[in-house]
């Protein structure tokens, strides 16, 4: 579950990415935003999508508005865990802020299920395991 802040301004877009143990992204697990001409406002995650060219196609959804919630599913592969790896929630809002860090969830079996606070425009991100 992903909680906004009550910021000022239009829908805010945000991507989740797996990061490797060297900091590079390894996959895009979900973008909340549907429209792909704004992607080009996530600088660090728009470097790499250019060079990695991966299809998007079924891991997009709806933008999200100031103070609403999105409660989304997508898969992490248990290999990951307990080995370096993080996911990144990074959010951004057009003519605003672009927080490329704005959550970081290490892929610990102690951090995963934690709840964390954002550092932008999201308030809090917290992931059950199933």
């Given at each position: 579950?992903?909680?906004?802040?009550?910021?000022?301004?239009?829908?805010?877009?945000?991507?989740?990415?797996?990061?490797?143990?060297?900091?590079?992204?390894?996959?895009?697990?979900?973008?909340?935003?549907?429209?792909?001409?704004?992607?080009?406002?996530?600088?660090?995650?728009?470097?790499?999508?250019?060079?990695?060219?991966?299809?998007?196609?079924?891991?997009?959804?709806a933008?999200?508005?100031?103070?609403?919630?999105?409660?989304?599913?997508?898969?992490?592969?248990?290999?990951?865990?307990?080995?370096g790896?993080?996911?990144?929630?990074?959010?951004?809002?057009?003519?605003?802020?672009?927080?490329?860090?704005?959550?970081?969830?290490?892929?610990?079996?102690?951090?995963?299920?934690?709840?964390?606070?954002?550092?932008?425009?999201?308030?809090?991100?917290?992931?059950?395991?199933?």
């Open positions: 579950m992903l909680q906004m802040t009550n910021y000022e301004g239009l829908e805010a877009y945000v991507v989740v990415s797996l990061i490797d143990p060297k900091g590079k992204y390894e996959k895009t697990l979900y973008v909340m935003g549907p429209d792909k001409q704004w992607y080009n406002g996530f600088k660090e995650w728009n470097k790499t999508l250019a060079k990695k060219k991966e299809n998007l196609n079924g891991i997009t959804g933008s999200i508005a100031a103070g609403d919630r999105s409660i989304t599913t997508f898969s992490i592969d248990e290999s990951k865990l307990n080995k790896y993080k996911l990144r929630f990074e959010s951004a809002v057009e003519d605003n802020k672009y927080y490329v860090g704005d959550v970081e969830i290490a892929l610990t079996t102690a951090d995963i299920t934690k709840k964390k606070e954002g550092k932008g425009f999201i308030r809090y991100v917290k992931l059950n395991k199933l």
